[in-house]
């Protein structure tokens, strides 16, 4: 085989996109403008809530959610061990106390059992993680944030609201994906969505939140709080203090900078536009490479479920009877080949950061053996169907020549 130069996720840029953010550089908007509130609209219409509110990162995302919540110090939140830093950072700066759970045994999803026996009357929110854009199982979460709701100790009016712990969603990979014939957004009671510049839909960096519709939430009140949080705690942004004569504002609180701008908006509207295609490309990858490593060693996360369809997001497999070095040697091998792969993800407590605050990664032997044995393949809508052939037959080829 012709080496190939296949890389892990470049985004998919086109003349329409190029076109787009032409635009809104020729409009003299920006900065946070029209091309963002009209993002913001198209997104809800596309997971079905009421409101979006559109931000520079999912990672700021998640923190605001939190803010909003009331989520602070002498508070817990239970996050699972398999995922990246930003679902556990967010809670450390809010100075809440992460409350880490190890994955199922033969799944990526957090244990719920282990989930239940974490929770106190300091619980305050529940971060799953829809890692790869498959869906959690949310009928369970929702099952057992109920069953506590008796011993839930509410600090904030909102948390007065809701009465039970809060599921805030990392839906960070799953932008697309359903769960029993709901569009994730409109699923958990809180989502955020990553639209950094390896996701499937993306703005160059940026995220997303949107809620489910509660009957004593307002909407656009709930909306405004993010706005305000995310713009130094200002009572007006930059598009409502251009009308003539409006500008003056208040400062009501110490708050943030992380709006999303019309350039990045411009990106994501184009994106938008172009999404479902884009999902059906990558749905017949994944085809491609579940049908070819059917009946091996290699074996793929679910995407597709009675219960659920995933945004195909990641392709992350598992090798049977591998060890650590020998999934890196594939790695290794696999890159000489010309073909970048991926790991998703060093278990939480494996971090320094974590391990520093006393999380023991032997406390977590599944997650553990997760990643010992796990490697992500490319899966992105640059790839030809000759590049995935390349892929396959490499990968085959590799993972006979180690001995597990």
Known sequence: MKKKNIPFSPPDITEEEIAEVVDSLRSG??????????????????????????????????????????????????????TYTASCSVIEHVGATPVIVDIQANHFEMDYEAVEKAITNRTKVIIPVELAGIPCDHDRILEIVE??????????????????????????HAFGAEYKGRKIGNVADFTVFSFHAVKNLTTAEGGAVTWKAHPNVDDEELYRQFQILSLHGQTKDALAKTKLGAWEYDIILPGFKCNMTDIMASIGLAQLRRYQ???????????????????????????????????????ITHIDGITLEERNQIIEKMAEAGIACNVHYKPLPLLTVYANMGFNIKDYPNAYRYFEHTLTLPLHTQLSNEDVVYIIENLKEIVASVQG
């Not at 509410?154 to 969603?169: D, H, M, N, Y």
């Not at 295609?277 to 996360?301: C, D, K, M, P």
């Not at 597709?304 to 997001?313: A, G, L, N, P, R």
């Open 277 to 315: 295609g884009l999902l059906n490309r990558r749905s017949e990858i994944v085809a491609a490479y579940n049908q070819a490593f059917e009946g091996t060693r290699i074996h793929s996360l679910q995407h597709i479920h009675s219960d659920y369809v995933s945004s195909m997001h990641l392709y």
């Open 29 to 82: 908007w920006i900065t946070t403008g029209p091309k963002t509130k009209q993002f913001e609209r198209e997104l809800s219409e596309y997971t079905g809530t009421n409101k979006t509110v559109c931000l520079n990162s999912a990672t700021a995302g998640l923190e605001l959610v939190l803010r909003i919540l009331g989520v602070g110090p002498g508070d817990e939140v239970i996050v699972p061990a398999m």
């Open 147 to 172: 069953n506590y709701r008796s011993t839930f100790v509410a600090k904030t009016p909102l948390q007065e609201v809701f009465g039970r712990i809060v599921v805030l969603s990392d839906s960070a």
